[in-house]
């Protein structure tokens, strides 16, 4: 268990109806509201985050404080609406265990190298367009395929995207990604699980452009023949009480 916070302890909330702030002021935590920058800003002992864009838009921004998510995806074992104030109670009491999540950033397009919560995907910019990827890890080539597009997850993020394209649901502190072709043109296209430190990508050729796109957010074009390095970068700190989901429900 975490240490506890002190008496009317700061609690930011990103994302939440008026409910959830009622909820922390009833749990005696003293709220502050706002967008994931202006919160981080205000420095608060704790962040609630309502709802997955909340969750990405804090991890774009860095948070070192532990975050609360409400009405999430069960993978970042996430609490409901209702269990808002025992679960605050229990954050204001030292009642929580801090979860660190690994983040994935990347070399891409982007100039301020953003980082991705769920997962990193090259797609084209156009429905069922095809081009070309090659995927590499530790330097060597694990397979070349013509697919709409790649998505690499992260554990939090597999059991998302990844998994809607076919790729596998992998357990927390594997110290893994998952690496799935999207609507491969080969029907025995593989998937695959490999080390989070050091994956490569490569748009071979692109019959329509091939964006990058970090947790749903367009970092814009990827060159055909540019590498692009995946790997972690950082970790999002979530806070788990009793109240909090298990990773796979």
Partial sequence: MSGQLPEGARVGVVGGPAAVVDAVVAAGGD???GDAAAVVDATPDAVVAVGEPALVDLAAVGVEVPVLPVSGPAAVRSVSEPAVEPAVASVLAGRYETVRYPLLGTDGPAADRPRALFDLTLVTDEPARISEYTVRCGG???????ADG??????VGSSGYARAAGGAVAAPATGVVTVVPIAPFATDTDHWALPEDDVGLVVERDETPVHLLVDGHDTGPVAPGRAIRVSTDGSFPVAVVEESAAFFE
């Fill in 31 to 33: 709220p502050t509201v």
């Fill in 150 to 155: 790649v998505v690499v997850a992260t554990p």
């Fill in 140 to 146: 060597a080539r694990v397979s070349t395929f013509r």
